[in-house]
């Protein structure tokens, strides 16, 4: 009855762990798609809008999914304390508080900072132009982790399962 019993933890603790890392293959397309989306909002902020950058990225995280306002909320407040960051340093601090929490690749943050590099430090124009640039970065991240999303969930959901009765198995 025991080992039955072990046997069931074992394969049910390995199961589990094949769904999280199915799970983050499933987000992380989501996350970036709902990125995206507030990048545009954004735009559309710093186009039309004559708002200042901090109030900007507050009205975008009152707009945004939930898991994506808690980078620009971040952002904002890190420029709204006065504490004389610049725009860049401000977006830096609010992904590195984001991005642990996410499902997000080194790659996709490195397009992040890229753009936070550029955030505030020109024109409307120019701006706007990085915006359109690290959409489209966001776009090929996006395709890449819809590919990969559909190649790895199927495979980590069973693959997790079968582990756990092969150790079963290899151990009784």
């Known amino acids: ?20 890392v199915a799970r983050n293959y ?12 507030a990048l545009q909002m954004l735009e559309t902020e710093i186009s039309y809008g004559t ?12 707009r945004c999914e939930r898991t994506t306002a808690a980078l620009f909320s971040g952002a904002a407040a890190e420029l709204s304390t006065m504490s004389g960051l610049t725009a860049a340093e401000a977006w830096d601090r609010a992904l ?46 996006t395709a890449d982790a819809e590919n990969e999303s559909a190649r790895n969930v199927k495979l980590w959901s069973y693959l997790g399962f079968i582990g756990g009765i092969l150790v079963v198995l290899l151990l009784c």
């Open 26 to 37: 499933r987000r992380r397309p989501r996350e970036l798609r709902s990125l995206r989306a």
């Open 51 to 62: 708002t200042f950058l901090p109030e900007a990225l507050q009205q975008v995280s009152a």
């Open 96 to 141: 590195r508080k984001y991005y642990p929490g996410t499902a997000l690749k080194p790659g996709d943050l490195a397009v992040l900072q890229r753009f936070g590099a550029s955030l505030g430090i020109s024109d409307r124009e120019d701006q706007i132009k990085h915006l359109h640039l690290v959409m489209e970065q966001i776009d090929a991240e």
């Open 1 to 20: 009855m025991l080992k039955l019993v072990g046997a069931f933890l074992v394969v049910t603790a390995s199961g589990l762990s094949g769904l999280s």
